[in-house]
Every structure is written in structure tokens, then in C-alpha cells.
């Protein structure tokens, strides 16, 4: 499936800022699954973007505006080209989840991290989740991912970032993320090596895939001269045509009970589970489904800490905001209309303790991160 994508991050300053410094991890990876043909971020004002890997092998965009400034506008615009997994595991034992080459080389997705740490009430329901389960890590695995909608319900904005998993549980409710993180405590409660994996989701509810495709929709062989070419701009000449597209389509299809061919989102978080013999096996809490075509994987981590879509500081005495849209849509979908996009104003955690080091050197520094 070829998919477009928009990533549009607004930062806003209650009064102008000396310097802001942010690390983006927006571009998704390339792998056996998916390939990037094409990838490029903008920033208003313009600034150098240098471009990394982490310890993960996640891309990190690193930029930086070392003038005053009261906004900051990041966009980041790819094009990739998924593939549906096939596989899935077979019977697996779980006595080989004590196998200690296995526990060595999977020690980091076993034991608690900043954000997935657990005590006895997540045993409790780990245990609960596996109970009826066959002697297989893959069913294991299913068992705690169908087990997590049950225990919490999907209620944007319901929960901040750093709400502890006993948090989650006691109050019943969560976004992506949070559905994400209990999996991956649950499956590290009973020995499973688990790890959080952050992207996009091509679906208008991320609750609930679209069990087909529209008639017709495109696996993007039909792409115009100029999407995708070498000059990274995969939208065409109007970088807006993505978001005119969305505006335009996830109404229409809605309406008429299809799969949508552009919808506006946010960004999506999952897990992986790995299985001896076998390797990662990907499944979607949030949805309690697998994981396919429509996912795009930007990249994966102990937890949120590792793969936030945004992190960074900025100096001065000032609160801030960020609008976070994510716009995707199939290359054919419609473009006759133009409508006002819509924007989904994301929480920023801003604290003056959270992003100083050392406080009396440098007064004015926050943390921002944006919440999935």
C-alpha cells in the first residue's frame, strides 16, 4: 500500500524565546516491511537539520533556532510503500522463554523501564490475561492484547504522559500509547520480551481497522510523474494537496461506511513481542487486532521514552503549545475541495525542573513533549 504522509508540528510561545533546541523522530524506518521513497522536513523559521540514528536505530531529525522567536513551524512529509506480514508465529513453548541465550539477548524488553514498571496488581491481571492460554508464546502474546480493551477504554486526552500503569488500571481509561504500554508490562510480567513501537496508522478510528479497502483504491503504481521523485517533495507540486485531500475524503467515506483514502490523525503506538524462532510478532492493542499494511513504523523502544515523536527545550520565561496534526492519505484519494484542515491541539508538558540540568545556569529551559 502506498501511503503519504504530512506531519505538521506547531510550537507557540506566550512571548518570543532566545533559543529552542528539538529532536523529531518522524520518518519511518525502512525495513523488510516498508520502504521510504521519499522523505524531507521543512521549518519556518528555516533552520539546519541534522539527521541521525539512535541507539534503536531510530531517525532523529536534530534542529535548532538560536534566535527569538514566539513560534516554530516543523513539517515532515513522507512517502512510503507497505506490505502486509503474513507470518505469524507457530507452536512455541513457553519453557523456552527461560532459555538463557534468549534472556540474555532480550534483557532490555524484560525488565521494568521509565515507563513500564509494575507491582502486584499488573501480575494480577498479566496472570488473569494468560489464564486460559495454551502452552505457546504466541497465544500467550494474543491473550494479553485482547485482554487490554477489556481492561481500558480508548478516551483521548483521558491520561498525561508518565500516568503509571497501576494509574491505568485503577482508572479504566487511556490513549494509544497507554493501551501499548500495559501490553508491554503484562507480557513482561509472564516472561515475554516486549517493546513499544511508535508510527502512523491509516485508519479513521485507531479503535476500530476497516475490515477492506475502498473499491479501487491504489497500491500506488498509478503515482503521477513528480510524486515521489528525487526532489522529495512526494505531494505533488502543492505541499497542501495531502491535507486538502483528508479534509475532502474522511467525511465522504464516513458517510457512505468505506474505508476513508486520507483521514487526520495523530500518532499511533503498538507493540512487538518477541518469540524464539520466530523473531518480533506485532500486534495492536489499542485494537486488539494485527498489525499490517496500514501501519508505518517510525520506530521502537523500551517504552515512549525512547521514541517520542518530539523532545526538546527552549530558553525563556514562557509557556508553550503545540498543534500536532498527522495527515495520510492513498496518492488517488480526491482533491477537488478545499476545506480548513483540522487541528488536534496535543498536552506539552512543561515544567521548569523537567528540562534544567542545572537550574540557576540556565533559568529559562522547558521540556516539551508531545503526548501519542
Given at each position: 500500500?502506498?501511503?503519504?504522509?504530512?506531519?505538521?508540528?506547531?510550537?507557540?510561545?506566550?512571548?518570543?524565546?532566545?533559543?529552542?533546541?528539538?529532536?523529531?523522530?518522524?520518518r519511518p524506518r525502512d525495513d523488510a516491511r516498508q520502504q521510504v521513497m521519499s522523505y524531507r522536513l521543512t521549518t519556518t523559521p528555516a533552520t539546519r537539520v541534522l539527521q541521525t540514528r539512535d541507539y534503536f536505530g531510530t531517525t532523529v531529525d536534530h534542529l535548532g533556532v538560536r534566535a527569538p522567536h514566539d513560534e516554530l513551524l516543523v513539517v515532515a512529509e513522507a512517502s512510503v510503500e507497505t506490505t502486509p506480514i503474513e507470518a505469524t508465529p507457530g507452536p512455541v513453548s513457553c519453557e523456552r522463554l527461560s532459555d538463557q541465550h534468549f534472556v540474555n539477548t532480550q534483557i532490555e524488553y524484560l525488565v521494568p523501564s521509565r515507563h513500564v514498571q509494575w507491582g502486584d496488581l499488573i501480575d494480577e491481571v498479566a496472570s488473569w490475561a494468560v489464564r486460559s492460554a495454551a502452552d505457546d508464546i504466541g497465544e500467550h502474546v494474543l491473550a494479553v492484547v485482547r485482554a487490554v480493551p477489556t481492561v481500558l477504554a480508548y478516551e483521548r486526552g483521558s491520561t498525561s504522559i508518565g500516568v503509571t500503569l497501576e494509574e491505568l488500571v485503577d482508572g479504566g481509561r487511556g490513549v494509544c500509547?497507554?493501551?501499548?504500554?500495559?501490553?508491554?508490562?503484562?507480557?513482561?510480567?509472564?516472561?515475554?520480551?516486549?517493546?513499544?513501537?511508535?508510527?502512523?496508522?491509516?485508519?479513521?478510528?485507531?479503535?476500530?481497522?476497516?475490515?477492506?479497502?475502498?473499491?479501487?483504491?491504489?497500491?500506488?503504481?498509478?503515482?503521477?510523474?513528480?510524486?515521489?521523485?528525487?526532489?522529495?517533495?512526494?505531494?505533488?507540486?502543492?505541499?497542501?494537496?495531502?491535507?486538502?485531500?483528508?479534509?475532502?475524503?474522511?467525511?465522504?467515506?464516513?458517510?457512505?461506511?468505506?474505508?476513508?483514502?486520507?483521514?487526520?490523525?495523530?500518532?499511533?503506538?503498538?507493540?512487538?513481542?518477541?518469540?524464539?524462532?520466530?523473531?518480533?510478532?506485532?500486534?495492536?492493542?489499542?485494537?486488539?487486532?494485527?498489525?499490517?499494511?496500514?501501519?508505518?513504523?517510525?520506530?521502537?523502544?523500551?517504552?515512549?521514552?525512547?521514541?517520542?515523536?518530539?523532545?526538546?527545550?527552549?530558553?525563556?520565561?514562557?509557556?508553550?503549545?503545540?498543534?500536532?496534526?498527522?495527515?495520510?492519505?492513498?496518492?488517488?484519494?480526491?482533491?477537488?475541495?478545499v476545506t480548513e484542515p483540522i487541528r488536534r491541539q496535543t498536552r506539552v508538558a512543561v515544567s521548569s525542573a523537567a528540562g534544567v540540568a542545572q537550574p540557576s545556569a540556565h533559568p529559562g529551559d522547558h521540556q516539551q513533549q508531545q503526548q501519542q
Open positions: 500500500m502506498r501511503l503519504d504522509i504530512a506531519y505538521r508540528l506547531h510550537f507557540q510561545y506566550e512571548r518570543p524565546v532566545s533559543e529552542s533546541q528539538n529532536e523529531i523522530r518522524a500509547q497507554d493501551f501499548a504500554h500495559l501490553a508491554v508490562g503484562m507480557l513482561r510480567c509472564v516472561g515475554i520480551p516486549a517493546r513499544y513501537v511508535s508510527g502512523y496508522l491509516f485508519a479513521l478510528d485507531e479503535t476500530q481497522l476497516p475490515e477492506t479497502d475502498p473499491d479501487g483504491a491504489s497500491d500506488g503504481s498509478d503515482m503521477h510523474p513528480g510524486d515521489g521523485s528525487g526532489d522529495g517533495n512526494s505531494f505533488g507540486t502543492d505541499p497542501l494537496d495531502i491535507r486538502r485531500r483528508a479534509d475532502v475524503d474522511m467525511f465522504g467515506a464516513e458517510a457512505a461506511g468505506a474505508a476513508p483514502r486520507a483521514v487526520s490523525v495523530q500518532t499511533h503506538a503498538w507493540i512487538e513481542a518477541a518469540v524464539p524462532g520466530f523473531g518480533w510478532y506485532a500486534l495492536d492493542p489499542t485494537n486488539g487486532g494485527t498489525v499490517g499494511e496500514r501501519h508505518v513504523v517510525i520506530g521502537h523502544g523500551r517504552d515512549y521514552n525512547d521514541v517520542p515523536p518530539v523532545r526538546g527545550v527552549f530558553n525563556g520565561a514562557a509557556e508553550a503549545k503545540v498543534d500536532a496534526e498527522v495527515i495520510i492519505a492513498q496518492p488517488t484519494a480526491p482533491s477537488s475541495m
